[in-house]
């Protein structure tokens, strides 16, 4: 069974920067897509950044430029470095993996680290 676990959130000044981590582990071969969400309080989960392997890289439109997310073939790890940072970025992320086949599809969360962007 594939596990994740993120680490790295934390309290930052405007315009500062962070980097999220996290860590894969299980099966992770049958991974075929990882990312990064959030969640505001009060809001729906929101998707940040994720990538197909073999294929695309997709980034909310908030954090095009400021954000990247990257990863390895190994499918062992996913971190997201988060530049330029705005208070509105405040949320807690959490790190994603899916992968299998249908009808074994599954989807995987990380148990979330909280990020806060204040002055």
């Known amino acids: 069974q594939v596990q994740l676990v993120e680490s790295g959130g934390g309290l930052v000044q405007p315009g500062g920067s962070l980097r999220l981590s996290c860590a894969v582990s299980g099966s992770t071969f049958t991974i075929n897509t990882m990312g990064w969400y959030r969640q505001a309080p009060g809001k729906q989960r929101e998707l940040v950044a994720a990538f197909k392997f073999g294929g695309s890289t997709n980034y909310a439109d908030s954090v095009k430029g400021r954000f990247t997310i990257s990863g390895d073939n190994a499918r062992n790890m996913v971190a997201l470095q988060m530049n330029s940072l705005k208070p509105e970025d405040t949320a807690v992320y959490y790190c994603?993996?899916?992968?299998?086949?249908?009808?074994?599809?599954?989807?995987?969360w990380g148990q979330g680290t909280q990020v806060t962007v204040s002055s």
């Open positions: 994603n993996a899916r992968g299998g086949w249908p009808p074994l599809e599954y989807d995987r």
